[in-house]
């Protein structure tokens, strides 16, 4: 198994940047495909991004490709999400998740943390 725990939430204006970071623990990082998603109130949980095990491959979903980045970092087993040119619907709860493979599902992934709450004033 492997835990999941997200930080670096919190309030920013439109046209600012926040980045997530998700700690990892238990078993080995690098066998596990990482994502993001979120959810905002009354809504679907919906992906965001994820990278494959290697880092080599990164996938974005279309409402954020251009300005969120995600990457890894093995020795500190660590996944960011870095968001910039933020608008209020982005405004949500973002997860990050692991799986054995890089998927754009939410039941394919078995591995979740507690969420961040981002919130983006227009």
């Known amino acids: 198994q492997v835990q999941l725990v997200e930080s670096g939430g919190g309030l920013v204006q439109a046209g600012g940047s926040l980045r997530l970071s998700c700690a990892a623990s238990?078993?080995?990082?690098?066998?596990?495909?990482m994502a993001w998603f979120r959810q905002a109130p009354g809504q679907e949980r919906e992906f965001v991004a994820a990278i494959t095990r290697s880092g080599g491959r990164t996938y974005y979903a279309d409402s954020v490709k251009g300005r969120f980045t995600i990457s890894r970092d093995d020795a500190k087993n660590t996944v960011y999400l870095q968001m910039n040119s933020l608008k209020p619907e982005d405004t949500a709860v973002y997860y990050c998740a692991a799986s054995s493979y890089v998927d754009f599902v939410v039941d394919n992934y078995a591995y979740w943390g507690q969420g961040t709450q981002v919130t983006v004033s227009s």
């Open positions: 238990g078993r080995t990082f690098n066998g596990y495909a």
